[in-house]
């Protein structure tokens, strides 16, 4: 299997745009991440890319308490 990237990594994420998401979220890539197209309404996919790009702060929060 692939490794499976961290989306709470701040790093990672940062090369990532909420555009990039959204394509993933709605067409899927490899085997390992099914398209949701047809599934969710755009604007629900659009609010899970805007959710994944909190992760890695909100990682940050957990880690320093």
Do not use: C, N, W
């Amino acid at each position: 299997y692939p490794k499976i990237r961290d989306l709470t990594d701040a790093t990672f994420m940062a090369t990532l745009s909420v555009d990039s998401l959204v394509h993933v979220i709605r067409h899927g890539k490899g085997k390992d991440m099914r398209p949701f197209e047809g599934k969710l309404k755009d604007a629900e996919i659009l609010a899970i890319a805007q959710y994944v790009r909190t992760l890695p702060a909100s990682k940050a929060a957990r880690t320093e308490d």
